[in-house]
């Protein structure tokens, strides 16, 4: 099991570009998630799913967009990427019963 | 608005001495909360977790208590090594319309020497 993949593992965009970050389960979960990590800080929600079709926002989702069309895939879309987005980008699945969440190896992204 | 935190940004400890290291919560209707470690570059790992209705939970070498008197949880490490270098998180799970959610504390940088 590969169990939370992420894609690409890191980006440098200028501002005002586009991109996409995929991020793809292989454990059947119900739920996945998108978190950015700034420095010195914990990991905070930007956009979650709890189910196929769905989405909502978590904390600071201003800037981001997603979109979840299989229940395997979890997409985190910037549309005009800003320098304040230059983070780390950790996206995670859970399921009801199971303990924990997994969480990717994150994508780190730099705007300039 | 509620958060999870944690006591202390950094801890430095000598190999082989146990590790303490703490967390305060403020959402009592909490009842599922987790320690995660993460390593430089990497995402966050699962070590241990706790539900509210358990006081101590214990796993190889590490143990969390909970204390919902006083919104607080802790998680020890025994015989801590090298390989104990890392950030630790604590989570709390939260209810978030048709499902849950995690929300961190800001970290603490766990640092030993041998």
């Known amino acids: 099991n590969a169990g939370v993949t992420q894609t690409p593992k890191f980006r440098v965009l200028k501002t005002g570009q586009s991109m996409t970050l995929l991020c793809a389960q292989d454990m059947n979960h119900e739920y996945m998630y998108w978190y950015r990590q700034d420095p010195g800080m914990g990991l905070r929600l930007i956009h979650y799913s709890v189910g196929e079709g769905t989405t909502a926002k978590g904390e600071v989702p201003d800037g981001y967009n997603v979109s979840r069309l299989k229940k395997q895939n979890f997409l985190l879309g910037l549309e005009s990427a800003a320098p304040s987005q230059t983070s780390v980008y950790f996206c995670a699945s859970n399921t009801p019963g199971v303990a924990g969440y997994t969480f990717g190896s994150g994508t780190r992204l730099t705007v300039v | 608005g509620e958060s999870v935190g944690l006591h202390l940004p950094t801890l430095s400890v000598q190999e082989g001495d146990n590790s303490i290291i703490n967390c305060a919560y403020s959402n009592s209707a909490s009842d599922y909360f987790i320690w995660y470690k993460q390593e430089s570059g990497k995402g966050p790992q699962f070590i241990i977790d706790i539900r509210s209705n358990m006081d101590k939970r214990q796993g190889q070498r590490v143990t969390v208590l909970l204390n919902k008197t006083v919104k607080h949880l802790s998680l020890q490490i025994a015989a801590t090594q090298p390989g104990d270098s890392a950030v630790y998180f604590c989570?709390?799970?939260?209810?978030?319309?048709?499902?849950?959610?995690?929300?961190f504390g800001k970290g603490t940088t766990l640092s030993v020497s041998s």
């Open positions: 989570a709390e799970n939260i209810y978030i319309q048709a499902g849950t959610a995690l929300i």
